[in-house]
């Protein structure tokens, strides 16, 4: 198994932002195990921070934004290709303005800076999502599709084409990530002379110039035409305004679609694992790049969350008698009626609902409907089990809720149903503090989940 990877140092990068054209001052940072790559906005009040997530996604005009609160920062789809083509799973990056810099409009700089600082391994194994069947997205007006295969490794090929005589058809592969830094990185976004105008009024590229993007000229256009978007730009027109690339040439024949991707390899990073799978990106682009890798994200969720394979047959760890030795719950608010396992940060309890519990009186008469507090209390009464389970005399001790969050009820719960719940530690009991995450499984499904706050406390 893999290791997961971090900096060994810090490093810093400073220069303005594509968009917005706002100087910014970038540092990368360490972090631990499990940390995840995320964002710190060191300018707003309180340093708010941004998990480079797909469902912090919010706008992908030109470039890939995340948000989260008030808080955004954008053009990160560059740095976040180069940290997850070198292994590093978690780090911290500090900005001090809205969008990360665009240097020269590749990732090329953030590889040497990288390499230039150092890996190291930690403690905790890599996360593998390991794709293990097809998988087909297609953007919305279906002239994009991303494909997934399985495969041992990762590997990505994408195919662009465009309705100019310039820029039409070309094809990238990249089969090992051993070859990222000198096939991928350097390559270069582009964009097109009829572009720029509407870019600009759409309050875009307000920092771009003939050094940090490939500029295409696919149309006939006149030199005081030509200069006019220049000084819109605030940039020396081009002397060159025949078609054809205006400022550079080519690093290869096909850069434009090894830059695509490029900006691929960032927007999936964005599923905060590494990827085993083969992608074949047809027309790619950051809107259905980042779509796909929110339900990448939907799909991951769905594996890690599974119902407990129990059997409701076998004799439970703890009947209501033992129960009732623990928990000071009584009817008609003791909500558990046996445990089934119990492991090192887990426990398993099954309760069964039926019509002749008091809620059903009136939630409702005609439609009997487990009230969703009950079953976020059944899940804390089963953690109270857990905790309580570990101590000599249970009895000098109570658990009391602190905070719930994220709570999501995602189908009814009746009469008749089993409820299966998985209630587990999210980190170690630290100074009578348990954080924990439960779930609520009727008939295979999630029918609720919850993240909850407990405080162990000795009774007086």
């Known amino acids: 198994m893999s290791k997961q990877k971090t900096l060994k140092s810090e490093f810093t990068f400073s220069g303005k932002g594509l968009h917005t054209g706002v100087h910014t001052t970038l540092v990368a940072k360490p972090a631990a195990d499990d940390f995840g ?14 998990p480079a997530l797909a469902e912090f996604v919010s706008s992908t005009a030109r470039g890939t934004v995340l948000k989260c609160g008030d808080a955004a920062i954008s053009t990160v789809e560059h740095l976040l290709s180069a940290l997850y083509a070198a292994g590093i799973d978690n780090c911290l990056i500090e900005v001090d303005a809205p969008e990360v810099p665009i240097l020269d409009g590749s990732a090329k700089y953030f ?3 990288i390499r230039e600082t ?13 794709v293990t069947e097809k998988m087909v997205f297609h953007s919305e007006d279906k002239c994009s599709s991303i494909t997934i295969l399985p495969d041992t490794e990762f590997s990505v090929q994408a195919l662009i084409g465009y309705n100019s005589p310039v820029l039409n058809n070309q094809y990238a592969v990249l089969d090992s990530m051993s070859d990222y830094s000198e096939q991928i990185s350097p390559c270069r976004t582009f964009v097109f002379v009829r572009e720029l105008e509407p870019l600009l009024k759409a309050n875009l590229i307000k920092g771009g110039d003939l050094e940090n993007a490939i500029v295409i000229n696919d149309k006939e256009i006149s030199q005081d035409d030509m200069q006019r978007l220049a000084d819109l730009m605030g940039q020396p ?3 060159k305004n025949a078609l054809g690339y205006l400022n550079t040439d080519l690093l290869f024949d096909n850069e434009p679609a090894r830059h695509k991707l490029l900006d691929l390899i960032g927007d999936f990073a964005l599923i905060g694992r590494p990827l085993k799978g083969r992608i074949i990106a047809d027309h790619p682009g950051h809107k259905v790049n980042t779509a796909f890798a929110l339900q990448l994200r939907r799909e991951i969720k769905k594996r890690d969350v599974f119902v407990p394979a129990i059997n409701l047959n076998a004799p439970p760890l703890m009947d209501i008698n ?6 000071p719950h009584r009817y008609p608010f003791l909500l558990v009626d046996k445990v089934m396992e119990i492991g090192e940060n887990h426990i398993v309890a099954i309760k069964n609902v039926t019509v002749n519990e008091m809620q059903f009186l009136g939630h409702f008469p005609e439609e009997p409907v487990m009230p969703g ?3 976020i209390e059944a899940m804390a009464q089963a953690i109270g089990l857990f905790v309580l389970n570990q101590y000599e005399n ?5 658990t009391y809720f602190m905070k719930i969050d994220n709570v999501k009820f995602r ?3 009746v009469p008749g149903d089993i409820m299966i719940m998985r209630v587990g530690l999210v980190t170690p009991i630290k100074r009578g503090i348990a954080t924990v995450k439960g779930y609520v499984f009727v008939n295979g499904n999630i029918a609720t989940e919850a993240e909850m706050m407990a405080q162990i406390v000795k009774n007086k």
Do not use: A, M, W
Request: net charge positive; proline share 6%.
């Open 111 to 113: 590889v040497e800076k």
């Open 373 to 375: 507090v009950l079953q």
């Open 118 to 130: 150092g890996i190291v391994e930690q403690e905790n194994e890599k996360n593998y999502f390991t």
């Open 37 to 50: 790559i995320v964002f710190c906005r060191v300018d707003l009040n309180n340093k708010p921070t941004i």
């Open 322 to 327: 033992k129960i009732k030795k623990l928990l």
């Open 237 to 239: 027109c081009p002397t």
């Open 394 to 398: 249970p009895n000098e001790y109570s």
């Open 411 to 413: 189908q009814k719960v």
